[in-house]
């Protein structure tokens, strides 16, 4: 696992880049700029379909003032966000920006937490973790958590529901992840890291989540399993999930995101759409550079 410096007792690791593969400094920025070519296919779909969804629903998280400490450590200050039903949107920010954190926060999986964090209105700053997942919100850590000594199947059925009669039965999990049927019987560490990230993935679909909290999902894939990552968040996305990443692998998020947020030092200092992508490109390589 790569190191991070916004949850203690990580520190920043020396392979740590923009997107992966990509050299820091020069090399982080024109990975994004290849990330905004990819973005521009994107742009009608951002600006169509997510506009309406604005317009006219509750926010799926909505987010305002969050404040988050692991112990004394003061992480994130003054958060604000907001994801409609059905977007995807991507946290971006240098590691130990404070991205992870909010993840963790929106689960109350974080120490002290004040500010407001809405999950379809509901308000969940003083709600413990096992609750806010009741609510239809799913976590996908960067580590993955899978058990060792169960099967790939026991790993998929261990999670409980969230909400009778939800959630992806085993054969829809099976078809959109072919190679997890294949190594049904197979002990969870037996997996190829790829397998362990669908599999990750898939664990959140079954319990009838319908707001996927994703972690680093592209972290140390070969480039051809991070295609198939990409098919299954735009797949997910086409069934109504709302998804919030947090990615370093920019050309990865490009093309999938609706919207995006930038952090530095535990606030947000600057969100657009997948429609201003192409004239964000030196704001964001000032931001994203090493």
Sequence with gaps: MRGRTDMPGHQAGAGDAVTAGAPAGAGGRAAVGRGTEAAESATNRATGSTANSMANSVPAVQITGLHAWYGESHVLHGVDLVVQPGEVVTLLGR?????????????????ARS???RINGVEAIGTPAHRIAHLGVGYCPEE?????TLSCEENLLLPPRVAA???????????????????????????????QQMLAVARILRTGARILLLDEISEGLAPVIVRKLAQMVLALRQRGFTIVMVEQNFRF????ADRFYVLEH????D??????????TQRLGELLGV
Excluded: H
Excluded at 144 to 148: E, K, L, V
Excluded at 271 to 279: R, V
């Design 95 to 111: 590691n130990g920006a404070g991205r992870t954190t909010t993840l963790r926060a929106i689960m109350g999986l974080t120490g």
């Design 165 to 195: 009669g939800s959630g992806m039965s085993l054969d829809e999990i099976y078809a959109m992840f072919p190679n997890l049927r294949e190594r049904a019987g197979s002990p969870g560490t037996r997996l190829s890291g790829g397998e």
């Design 266 to 269: 535990g606030s947000v200092v």
């Design 271 to 280: 969100s657009f759409s997948a429609a201003e992508l192409p004239g964000r």
């Design 253 to 256: 998020a490009a093309p999938l």
């Design 144 to 148: 993955r958590g899978i058990f060792a």
């Design 115 to 117: 500010g407001s964090i």
